[in-house]
């Protein structure tokens, strides 16, 4: 299958969404001198044309698009072109509002948006592979074309008509009886009990709470359903153009699609990521969501989206400080994007966007957001060539699944205090602080290449899962789990004891008596440290009470005072370790350092200034200064930085925002 490495041709792919159509035709040639000028050789087309290319049903009006794309492949600048379908033209609702989505209270979504399409709907999928058939068709030869970006941003529900009917066929396939579905879904409790397939709905709008499993079934399926969407337009310009890779681009950590399926349906795995200017670990939210993105794809991947200033939909949108649009996309780089690209290029004069940046901002060519792309463009030309292709070995992975999020995030919840995507950076945190390189894996994937398997959260896990974990510690590995893990199997059912057997002889828990969620706030005193968000009451095995021939734990951390005055905080058996609590940052920090200096796994390089990254991609060391004030970082022998091309020894000193990319 083709893949990124087939586009960049050993560059670093830089450019983003071009919206030519916003703009009269005489600006697009100075678009071109501009983009050229910044060092732009990719630029993405169409994703927001749909009413352009087709004004009314039926009509095609190419011309315009025919000249972009001869302009762009004249200039040496590449074209990722997108399927428009994700904002509909008007008349397709108004036409057919069988195609308009439904909330879960039965309202419509209109159009004069975006992303106003029931991803169910015969007739949208119908209009939306015809587009996509004649774009493929049309531009499957042109030299410009270099990549397909799929749709944008899929992240439509739909709880209406057409959505229940796919819904309920969709129950079919995945339980075959009603009697499977009513035993999966606990129909027995509130009189739930379902005696035909027509009565099954979404989870709409109802008195009190939902079935949890119903609503986490339709997560399921919300996502399959966009997948289909996807998949449907990918074949057809795959049938197309078979040599060249497909993406669409995923939110951070959107909770609505299942990313470990989707990825593997795409050649390219691209991410658009937006951490807040203002915020002071926007640098690790970053880095969470670019490990996650690089452990989705298995190697690089493309930044389809990032702000060159500030965006417009925060409650204050902040622009970004001087040097910091720079820093984060070297970040990127890091972190194995072979792609650095934003929404936009030039920033839109009308609109609901008008007020998100541009790397043309309405300041223009002298403004400085435009001159610091100038700037980065230079940079990533030169480095390219040396780190393309070029991957990340991590010895840790942290363990994600949307499935346990999903089934985790229920209305009945023990306590909303608690939200999975927190406690996840959280411990991402901790490793990324004490600069130790992460991987994500699902938790079926294969573990034995880690030294250090770390599960913040997984409330759902399936057996095949937790014989995976098992096998793992038994072949020699380090697991370190948090709170709440293996509490429910795949259908929500709440496993027995609380906490599967399996895990709670794996910790040495004889019991897990009750779970104590901690109020905002509020924290739980332990040996050491303190505790937050939440506690156990656990009764970890004995010497005499072993009923498992296991033995007793071999370390415990207890709480101090209060109800749970003694037991386990935190406990372990041989290389099985178990936290009841979210442990304050530093000392989470320093309980996952030790653990991973004890597993075997080292930082990238020890003794760094607070606030400097380091990161290893291939030969190269990436040290990556988050802090306003100027720092010296001591480094192991000779070292070229690449994007200042002098050598430097000892040591190197990065101001403000400042980055170095060293070869040995």
């Known amino acids: 299958m083709p893949q990124l490495s087939d586009t960049t041709r050993g560059r670093i792919l830089f450019g983003g969404d071009y919206n030519p159509e916003q703009w009269p035709e005489e600006t697009w040639h100075e678009d071109v001198r501009l983009m050229k000028d910044a060092g ?382 927190e406690v996840l950076r959280a411990w991402h945190r901790a490793l990324w602080e004490s600069h130790l390189a992460t991987d994500f894996a699902h938790p079926e994937h294969d573990l034995s290449a880690y030294k250090l398997v770390v599960v913040p959260q997984l409330y759902l896990l399936t057996d095949t899962a937790i014989d995976n974990l098992l096998a793992y510690v038994r072949g020699g590995g380090t697991l370190v789990s948090g709170f709440l893990t293996g509490i429910a199997d795949e259908d929500d059912r709440v496993r027995p004891g609380g906490m599967d057997a399996r895990l709670r002889e794996l910790f040495g828990i004889r019991t897990l008596h009750e779970w104590w969620p901690l109020d905002a706030g509020q924290t739980a005193e332990c040996e050491g440290f303190r505790g937050t968000l939440w506690s156990e009451e656990i009764e970890p095995e004995t010497e005499t009470e072993s009923t498992t021939g296991s033995g007793a734990v071999d370390e415990v951390i207890p709480y101090k005072g209060g109800e749970l005055d003694g037991l386990p905080a935190v406990l372990r058996r041989d290389r099985s370790w178990y936290v009841s609590t979210l442990p304050e940052p530093h000392a989470l920090r320093a309980l996952l350092a030790r653990i991973a200096t004890d597993a075997g796994v080292r930082p990238v390089l020890a003794g760094l200034p607070p606030g400097v990254e380091a990161v290893r991609r291939g030969e190269l060391l990436f040290l990556l200064n988050h802090s306003r004030e100027p720092v010296t970082v001591e480094l192991p022998g000779a070292q070229h930085d690449l994007l200042t091309d002098e050598t430097v020894e000892g040591e190197i000193t990065l101001g403000r925002y400042g980055a170095a990319v060293l070869r040995p």
Not at 46 to 63: D, Q
Not at 351 to 373: C, D, I, N, P, Y
């Open 40 to 421: 732009v050789n990719s630029v993405t087309l169409g994703v927001f044309s749909w009413a352009r290319l087709e004004p009314e049903p039926g009509a095609r009006e190419f011309g315009w698009l025919d000249r972009l794309m001869d302009l762009m492949h004249g200039s040496g600048i590449g074209v990722v072109l997108a399927t428009p379908t994700s904002s509909p033209p008007p008349w397709l609702g108004r036409l057919h509002p069988e195609t308009l989505p439904r909330d879960a209270d039965g309202r419509i979504e209109w159009w004069g948006g975006r992303q106003h399409f029931s991803h169910s709907s015969a007739v949208y999928r119908s209009h939306a592979a015809a587009i996509t058939e004649a774009l493929a068709a049309r531009y499957a030869g042109h030299p410009a074309l270099t990549m397909w970006h799929i749709n944008n941003e899929y992240c439509t529900f739909d709880y209406g008509d057409e959505a229940a009917v796919a819904f309920r066929r969709w129950l079919r396939t995945k339980y075959g009886t009603l009697d499977a579905l009513n035993s999966a879904w606990g129909t027995a409790f509130w009189s739930q009990g379902y005696d035909t397939w027509d009565g099954v709905l979404p989870p709409r709008h109802a008195h009190y709470l939902n079935n949890p499993t119903h609503v986490l079934d339709f997560r399921r399926f919300t996502s399959d359903m966009l997948l289909e969407c996807y998949t449907a337009e990918r074949d057809i310009v795959r049938r197309h153009t078979p040599h060249l890779p497909v993406t669409t681009n995923f939110m951070p950590l959107w909770v609505g699609q299942d990313g470990w399926r989707w990825s593997e349906e795409e050649d390219v795995v691209s991410v658009d990521l937006y951490p807040d200017p203002r915020d002071p670990l926007g640098a690790q939210s970053a880095a969470l969501v670019q490990d996650l993105t690089r452990s989705q794809a298995r190697g690089p991947w493309m930044l389809m989206e990032q702000a060159a200033g500030p965006v417009n939909w925060r409650g204050v949108n902040h622009p970004k400080p001087r040097g910091l649009n720079r820093l984060w996309s070297l970040q990127a780089v890091a972190r194995a994007a072979d792609a650095v690209c934003y929404f936009q290029w030039r920033q839109s004069r009308q609109g609901a966007e008008k007020f998100h940046s541009g790397m043309l901002s309405h300041a223009g060519e002298r403004g400085r957001t435009f001159q610091e792309v100038k700037q980065l463009g230079a940079e990533l030309a030169r480095i390219g060539g040396e780190v393309t292709d070029a991957h990340i070995t991590s010895d840790i992975a942290i363990l994600h699944d949307w499935n346990a999020w999903w089934a985790g995030a229920q209305d009945g919840r023990l306590s909303t205090e608690v939200d999975y995507p």
